[in-house]
C-alpha cells in the first residue's frame, strides 16, 4: 500500500510540475503573440499616418492648382470680355459714319 501511495504521490507531482510548464509555456507564447501584435498594429498606424500625410500633401496641390487655374481663368475671361467690349465700340463707332 506504501508503494501505491508512494506512486500515486510522484504522479500527483508530475503533473503538478508539467502543470506549472505547460501554463509557463503558454504565458509566454500568449506574451509573445501580443507583442507581434503590438507591432504589426504600430507599422499599421504609422503606415495609415504617412498615407493621411500623403493625402494631405496631394489636396493640396490640389487646391493649389485648382486657384492657379481659377486666376487664369478669370484673367483670360476679364481679358475676352475686354477685348469684346472694345470691338462692340469699335463697330458702334463704324456705325455711327
Do not use: H, P, W, Y
Not at 506504501?2 to 507531482?13: H, L, N
Not at 503558454?26 to 503606415?47: H, L
Not at 490640389?62 to 481679358?79: D, P, Q
Amino acid at each position: 500500500m506504501a508503494m501505491i501511495q508512494s506512486s500515486t504521490a510522484t504522479a500527483v507531482r508530475a503533473i503538478f510540475i508539467a502543470t506549472i510548464f505547460i501554463s509557463s509555456i503558454v504565458t509566454i507564447s500568449a506574451f509573445a503573440q501580443s507583442q507581434s501584435m503590438n507591432q504589426s498594429m504600430n507599422k499599421a498606424g504609422d503606415s495609415a499616418n504617412q498615407t493621411g500625410e500623403a493625402i494631405q500633401g496631394n489636396a493640396s496641390n490640389v487646391g493649389a492648382n485648382i486657384s492657379e487655374g481659377a486666376k487664369k481663368l478669370g484673367s483670360n475671361i476679364t481679358e475676352g470680355v475686354k477685348n469684346l467690349a472694345e470691338n462692340i465700340g469699335e463697330k458702334l463707332q463704324d456705325l455711327a459714319k
